[in-house]
Nanobody
Framework: QVQLVESGGGLVQPGGSLRLSCTAS????????MGWYRQGPGKQRELVAR???????DHADSVKGRFTISRDNAKNTLYLQMDSLKSEDTAVYFC???????????????WGQGTQVTVSS
């Protein structure tokens, strides 16, 4: 059974930093693209950043220059370094990953359970 488990959320003051992690476990052949999404109170889920298996990244305009996505392929782990946090960054943050399973010819998208990030003084 494949699982994505996030960690690193919490309460932080405006201007502060947090680092989110997401680790994939279980049986799979490889991980293709991975990403971070967030859903704020009363809002739709939105893309924060994506990273390919080769390391190419894409960040939403709202977080460019403040957030950095990265991954450690050897550890099957995705990261999101969040600096200069603002109150509008408050949301539940979800990771996802496109996994190639054994015996399958296409990738399947898996989601983590989410981790709460609250930016408040």
């Amino acid at each position: 059974q494949v699982q994505l488990v996030e960690s690193g959320g919490g309460l932080v003051q405006p201007g502060g930093s947090l680092r989110l992690s997401c680790t994939a476990s279980g049986s799979f052949r490889s991980i293709n693209a991975m990403g971070w999404y967030r859903q704020g109170p009363g809002k739709q889920r939105e893309l924060v950043a994506r990273i390919t298996s080769g390391g190419s990244t894409d960040h939403a305009d709202s977080v460019k220059g403040r957030f950095t996505i990265s991954r450690d392929n050897a550890k099957n782990t995705l990261y999101l370094q969040m600096d200069s946090l603002k109150s509008e960054d408050t949301a539940v943050y979800f990771c996802n990953a496109d996994l190639l399973l054994y015996g399958s010819s296409h990738t399947w998208t898996y989601w983590g359970q989410g981790t709460q990030v609250t930016v408040s003084s």
